[in-house]
């Protein structure tokens, strides 16, 4: 079998890993990424492991993304994010990856796609999946991004230089609206469900938020447990569907289950003690909400950003289910912490309401991201058109 290949950088930005690819140098029309982009991640695979490709078996790790020059006049780099499916050869552009973006603006210095003086650098990102504007703020030092630095984040070992991540008017992000229906709660019927409370909520992406105890849950449970658990992924997945075409992102059940990527899923629940997948376990004091996502299908092993990001819009909005589930104890602005099964995620949502209508201005948090590796990616050659 002959093969080609092309220049690669493969990264970790936040909990996710993905291959970054220049847009110069991918074929000319989009349609032929799909072929590459499975190839390269070793999609389609039956057995759900990627071993012929650079993903990792779990969403989080099966990601590409796609930066060159920006054309907007209020950023310096455009950033296209990729969601490839692990069984299927399918790639989905719906949705952004707040954990990949934090990659992008590093990348973006190192690849000479812009110029940085030493100190803050901000690169401004057009997320083009989202058509929303992100502001990447890290440290440079000779003329390159600094990796090494004391910032911990759950679910990643080590330390890291801090990249704080400021998502400008994030409202609408995969429908054009913050409150796609208007509503803050509504009831969905649901085959094999039943008639279910929701909120959805549109902000950096699309999430469904639903009650743990109103799925038979208690908000705790661990991503392995969820997997085992595949009565609870399909019930989760009918309310997904339902919500999609609800939200007008799909027209019809059958076009919501071929898009995977949006809505997210998310189960939501009052502080509480709650285990990790560490070992370790978080007090109900150091939290203010719990959380659990389901990412493409799969159970999230931490918690998406973006998703992370609308958890705390949804939870600034009072009379949400996230807003309903936070102690009266919990301040009325500044940052929210979130309990999910990697640790605690501290997300800071700037909310306001004018009249009957909320807004968010912005969605602020903090990751890290580590160049992994450089050089050529190798695919079939009947997955790279010349």
Known sequence: MKQKSLPAVFMRGGTSKALMLHARDLPADRDDWTPLFAAAMG????YGRQLDGMGGGVSSLSKVCIIGPSSHPEADVDYTFAQVSIKEQKVDYRGNCGNMSSAVGPFAVEEGLVQAQDGEACVRIFNTNT??????????????????GDLAIPGVGGTGSPIRLDFVEPGGASTGALLPTGQLTEWLDVPGVGRIEVSLVDAANAAVFVRAADVGLTGLELPDWLESQPQVLERLDAIRVQASVRM?????????????????????APAQDSPTLSGDTIAAGDIDLVARVISNGQPHRALPLTISLCTAVAARMTGSLPAQCLSAS??????????????VLTVGAQVERDGDQWQARAGSFYRTARRLFDGRLWVPGDALEE
């Open 43 to 46: 999609s389609p695979d039956p």
């Open 131 to 148: 058509q929303k504007i992100i502001h990447a703020r890290f440290l440079v030092q000779d003329g390159q991004p600094r990796y090494d």
């Open 248 to 268: 007008g992102i799909a027209p019809d059940e059958d076009a919501a289950r071929q898009i995977r990527i949006v809505p997210f899923v998310c189960i939501v």
């Open 330 to 343: 919990v301040a009325p602005s500044g940052p929210l912490r979130l309990g999910m099964p990697s640790g």
